[in-house]
C-alpha cells in the first residue's frame, strides 16, 4: 500500500500514522519527495481502511497495491479450487458441468420428470428454486420446504446432486439438511448477513454476481463466505445491468478469464438469466465453455409457455440435449471433457 502525505504536515502528524501502522504490525518506509512525503506500507494491509486514511487532511493519496481480497486470491493460492457438490467436482482443467431444471420447482412429478430429462441429456446436477426472489410480491413466490423436498426427491430417484437459491439465514438448516449446493441469489449477493452465516457451514456456496456489481464487490462477498472458513465457492456470472434492453441483462463473459487469474475458484455461466431468452442460451452456453468457464446453469422446462416463472428463457429438453451436444465438440475443442 503506498500512501502520499502533504509534505508540509506537522511531524506529530506523521508519527501518529507512523504508529498506526506499526501498532497493527505493518512496517513503514518513508520517501521524502520535493512536494510529498510517499509511505511504503508493507505487510498485510488487508485490516487496513483506505477510507479512514483519506479522512486525515494531511493524506493526499492511497493506493492499494495488492488486492483487497486473500483467500480468494490466485496469488496466494495458484492451484484452481476443485469443490466437490454431492460428488460431482467443479473446477480444475478437465470436466465441464452442465446443471439444468426449471426456474421454479412446480410440484414432485414436474420436478422428478425434468430431471430424469435433464439426466438424459448429459446434464449432472438438478437445479430448482423453492424459494424465489420475485420483483413482484404478488407473483409466485416459491413452494417453499415442498419445493425443497421434491427437489431431494428427484435426487434420490435420480443420483444428480441439487441445487437451490437460499434467500436468508433463518432456512440454512434446511438447506444443510437437503441442499447440495446452495445458491445465493444476484440479489443476496451483498447480503452480508447471510454471506457471514454461510461461511460457517461446509456446504458449496454457488454465489451468483449481483445485477449491478463489479468484480471486485463480487470477489469480496465470496472472501465473506471464504473468511468464515467455508471454501467451497463457486462463482456464477449471471449477466449484468447496461443500458441494452434487448437482452434482459448483458453477459459479460470477458468475468472468465480475468476470474480465472484474479482467483482459484470455479467459475460457471447461467446464460438463461444473462439474455432472458431461450434463442440465446445456446449460443452463449457454446461461447461460454470457449471462454474457459468450468460449468453452465441452465433453465429447463418440459412447457416453457406453462412456466410459473422464466419460460422465456427456458429451454425444453430437447432444446437442452443439443446445446449440450454442441457444448461437448467445443469442451473437447478446449481440452475438456462434458
Ligand atoms: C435463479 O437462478 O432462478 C435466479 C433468480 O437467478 P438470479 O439470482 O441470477 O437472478
Ligand atoms: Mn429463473
Request: proline letters at 4%.
Amino acid at each position: 500500500m503506498i500512501i502520499t502525505c502533504k509534505k508540509d504536515a506537522p511531524q506529530s502528524e506523521v508519527d501518529k500514522i507512523v504508529h498506526s501502522f506499526e501498532s497493527q504490525g505493518l512496517q513503514v518506509n518513508i520517501i521524502h519527495g520535493a512536494n510529498y512525503n510517499v509511505f511504503g506500507i508493507v505487510g498485510d494491509t488487508h485490516v487496513v481502511d483506505e477510507k479512514r486514511l483519506m479522512s486525515n487532511p494531511w493524506v493526499e493519496n492511497v493506493t492499494r497495491v495488492a488486492a483487497p481480497y486473500k483467500k480468494v486470491n490466485r496469488f496466494f493460492h495458484p492451484e484452481d479450487t476443485i469443490v466437490d457438490v454431492g460428488g460431482i467436482k467443479v473446477g480444475g482443467k478437465e470436466k465441464i458441468v452442465v446443471i439444468g431444471g426449471p426456474c421454479s420447482v412446480e410440484g414432485l412429478d414436474m420436478v422428478c420428470s425434468v430431471a430424469e430429462e435433464v439426466k438424459a441429456a448429459g446434464g449432472c446436477m438438478l437445479r430448482g428454486g423453492a424459494y424465489k426472489p420475485r420483483t413482484s410480491p404478488y407473483a409466485f413466490q416459491g413452494m417453499g420446504t415442498e419445493g425443497i423436498l421434491a427437489m431431494a426427491e428427484a435426487r434420490k430417484r435420480t443420483g444428480m446432486p441439487i441445487v437451490s437459491e437460499i434467500m436468508s439465514a433463518d432456512k440454512i438448516d434446511e438447506f444443510v439438511e437437503h441442499v447440495d449446493l446452495l445458491q445465493v441469489g444476484a440479489r443476496n449477493m451483498q447480503n452480508f448477513d447471510l454471506l457471514k452465516a454461510l461461511g460457517k457451514i461446509n456446504k458449496p456456496i454457488l454465489l451468483k454476481r449481483g445485477l449491478s456489481n463489479t468484480i471486485e464487490e463480487w470477489l469480496m462477498s465470496a472472501e465473506y463466505i471464504m473468511a468464515g472458513g467455508n471454501e467451497n465457492v463457486i462463482l456464477c456470472e449471471r449477466g449484468i445491468r447496461t443500458f441494452e434492453k434487448y437482452t434482459r441483462n448483458t453477459l459479460d463473459l470477458s468475468v472468465v478469464p480475468i476470474v480465472k487469474k484474479k482467483t482459484h475458484l470455479p467459475i460457471i455461466i447461467d446464460p438463461s438469466h444473462a439474455t432472458g431468452n431461450w434463442e440465446l442460451v445456446e449460443s452463449m452456453s457454446l461461447a461460454a465453455i470457449a471462454a474457459g468457464a468450468d460449468g453452465l446453469i441452465v433453465e429447463v422446462h418440459p412447457n416453457p409457455e406453462e412456466a410459473w416463472s422464466d419460460g422465456a428463457q427456458s429451454l425444453k429438453p430437447k432444446k437442452f440435449k443439443e446445446m449440450i451436444d454442441k457444448a461437448r465438440v467445443i469442451a473437447n475443442v478446449v481440452g475438456r471433457d462434458l
